[in-house]
């Protein structure tokens, strides 16, 4: 029984360390201060602080591609810097309480005083959707876009993918409860083992 007792005491540890590791590692992770950050590197989670958004690909335009679509925006993170992000929906309800705009001039001008940030994955572009990226904003879309997307205000190499907190904290939260409740069941089991022992000895 206690060779059981160890073994249950290791998986509980073995599941519940990682993931309470990773939540910290959200809240403790690399700010991005412009587009040559060091944080910035393949599957890095980072936190990008941001003043305003601009739509890149907007479904009802001629933006959208086979590779992208409208859930990616550049983020504003300091005068002309720019951070492609991925947001995994395509609900504009997302974005309330942002600035977000659909013609890049009008980002170029903006002077935001509230901050906002969103916590990612690094990803790197495949060289496919590098070059997609680069020949359609080129042939499609405004000059300010061109600009932006081929490097001089933007790293056209990776995009930040957005991470949900919220749904990551339920599940960490579902996890150690079905954990606690399989240690209590098994220290109730134990207790009754340890009692039986007890009674056989005497």
């Given at each position: ?68 679509s409208e859930n990616y925006y550049l983020l504003r993170i300091g005068a002309d810097q720019y951070v492609c992000v991925h947001i995994p ?21 903006f002077n935001g005083e509230k901050k906002f940030a969103l916590i990612g994955k690094v990803e790197t572009f495949s060289a496919e959707e ?43 939260a579902i996890e150690s409860v079905v954990l606690l409740v399989f240690v209590i069941l098994f220290l109730k089991v134990f207790r009754k ?10």
């Amino acid at each position: 029984m206690s060779i059981i007792a160890i073994f249950v005491f290791s998986v509980v540890t073995f599941l519940t360390i990682p993931s309470l590791s990773k939540i910290l590692g959200y809240y403790f992770c690399d700010e991005v201060e412009d587009i040559h950050s060091q944080a910035l590197e393949e599957d890095k989670t980072v936190k990008v602080p941001f003043d305003c958004v601009i739509s890149i690909f907007d479904i009802k335009s001629t933006h959208y591609t086979k590779y992208f679509s409208e859930n990616y925006y550049l983020l504003r993170i300091g005068a002309d810097q720019y951070v492609c992000v991925h947001i995994p929906t395509a609900d504009i309800k997302f974005w309330k309480g942002v600035t977000l705009y659909h013609n890049p001039s009008e980002a170029l001008v903006f002077n935001g005083e509230k901050k906002f940030a969103l916590i990612g994955k690094v990803e790197t572009f495949s060289a496919e959707e590098k070059e997609h990226l680069l020949n359609t904003v080129n042939a499609n879309a405004l000059q300010d876009y061109t600009k932006m997307i081929n490097g001089e205000m933007t790293n056209p190499d990776i995009y930040v993918d957005l991470i949900y907190i919220d749904r990551e904290l339920i599940f960490v939260a579902i996890e150690s409860v079905v954990l606690l409740v399989f240690v209590i069941l098994f220290l109730k089991v134990f207790r009754k083992y340890k009692e039986m022992k007890t009674e056989e000895e005497l």
